[in-house]
């Protein structure tokens, strides 16, 4: 009944194939059409309190120590996920390598750089970092930042020297790649992201 009017907007078009339609959540389970808590969208309560009815795992991650603002007001599910559906996983309004989601509030890290670093682009920002909380700063996925990196890169060879190790001393007060690799989300300047 609701589609018959809501079919055709970019919100609802695809609610048919939406992940909420197959496990039977349907319009009137957060719309209310005539007694509604919340008049805009004639919602049956607010967010992130009505999301979190089902989603009670992402609860948890909004209470961890390092979080976006959904709890305090500043962003709402619907920011980033489209509750009716769309073509892309977890009903996001961007996949993960576009990351567009995350760069409409951060902006410092949208490039385009001339020279980029590659999860940013293939994998997005959660190759690094948690999108909904974490218990480390930056959201990271790894309190130490050198254990993060290592993930992806191992000791390297330095290619202008073959057979020569280039310099990576982890003594403790060298325990963050970032430290020298200052620009890690892309630079325009330099192609180990030393510089900006």
Do not use: W
């Not at 920011?79 to 989601?101: I, K, S, V, W, Y």
């Not at 951060?106 to 190759?127: L, Y």
Request: hydrophobic letters at 30%; a positive charge; proline letters at 6%.
């Amino acid at each position: 009944r609701c589609l018959t009017c809501h079919e055709f907007g970019e919100e609802h078009a695809n609610f048919l194939r939406s992940e909420h339609l197959k496990n039977n959540v349907g319009c009137v389970d957060c719309h209310s059409a005539h007694h509604p808590q919340i008049q805009a969208r004639l919602l049956k309560a607010s967010q992130p309190g009505m999301c979190y009815s089902c989603h009670l795992e992402k609860k948890a991650d909004f209470s961890r120590p390092f979080h976006h603002k959904v709890n305090e007001g500043l962003l709402q599910c619907t920011d980033c996920h489209n509750p009716h559906g769309g073509f892309l996983t977890r009903q996001l309004r961007a996949t993960n390598a576009q990351d567009t989601l995350c760069f409409n509030c951060h902006t410092d890290k949208a490039g385009p750089f001339a020279f980029e670093h590659a999860p940013v682009k293939t994998e997005g920002c959660v190759s690094c970092h948690a999108p909904h909380g974490s218990p480390n700063p930056r959201l990271l996925k790894r309190a130490n930042m050198n254990l993060l990196c290592l993930e992806c890169h191992t000791l390297t060879v330095d290619v202008s020297a073959p057979g020569i190790p280039s310099f990576h001393n982890q003594a403790q007060k060298y325990q963050a790649c970032t430290l020298c690799h200052t620009s890690i989300h892309g630079s325009n300047s330099d192609h180990f992201f030393f510089k900006p």
